[in-house]
T-cell receptor, first 115, second 111 residues
């Protein structure tokens, strides 16, 4: 079975531009979470979506938005890019049965560089 | 507040045993995860503890004490390929269900 996939793998943008990152979850997983990871730090939670609804939001500005599609794939959008947005953006999928904490499985990430 | 603490760096020798500690203070608790992350790669799942005690999985074991807000990851028979960052993450119960991550412990395994 295919794991979590993300595209693109690498991206270079300039300040002020916007970017769209894409994620396809593992088949059968209905939840997608997005994380930002700066070098040397743990992942920082951005969003979680379940059944196309936003379930959780981290402490990120409104420049960050996301959505989940009927096939459970997801997009993360970042507007008005800043130099500080340079990071590895990770997508993780889980079953989210709602009963216990389901294991999150990560995609390979998108390395975003803002110049 | 919510806080997860892990040592920043550890060094060990090939073939040895190493214990990586994690302490946490969160408003809710619905389980603790350990992930391994090699440089430039995504985190990969190692273990999940929701009840007190030791979970063993091959060379890796994970322990949890909910009353103490404490967990550790035990790596036995260390191999060079175990050099990586080890991330502790607590699943926060409640309306804003999310994983709260530690900064990770960078483990260097030397020959």
């Amino acid at each position: 079975d295919a794991g979590v996939t993300q595209s693109p793998t690498h991206l270079i943008k300039t300040r002020g531009q916007h970017v769209t990152l894409r994620c396809s979850p593992i088949s059968g997983h209905k939840s997608v979470s997005w994380y930002q990871q700066v070098l040397g730090q743990g992942p920082q939670f951005i969003f979680q979506y379940y059944e196309k609804e936003e379930r959780g939001r981290g402490n990120f500005p409104d420049r960050f938005s996301a959505r989940q599609f009927p096939n459970y794939s997801s997009e993360l959008n970042v507007n008005a890019l800043l130099l500080g947005d340079s990071a590895l953006y990770l997508c993780a999928s889980s079953r989210e049965t709602g009963l216990i904490a389901d294991t999150q499985y990560f995609g390979p990430g998108t390395r975003l560089t803002v110049l | 507040g919510q806080n997860i603490d892990q040592p920043t760096e550890m060094t060990a020798t090939e073939g040895a045993i190493v214990q990586i500690n994690c302490t946490y203070q969160t408003s809710g608790f619905n389980g603790l995860f350990w992930y391994q992350q090699h440089a430039g790669e995504a985190p990969t799942f190692l273990s999940y503890n929701v009840l007190d005690g030791l979970e063993e999985k091959g060379r890796f074991s994970s322990f949890l004490s909910r009353s103490k807000g404490y967990s550790y990851l035990l790596l036995k028979e260390l191999q060079m390929k175990d050099s990586a960052s080890y991330l502790c993450a607590v699943h926060n119960a409640g309306n804003n269900r999310k994983l709260i991550w530690g900064l990770g412990t960078s483990l260097a395994v030397n020959p």
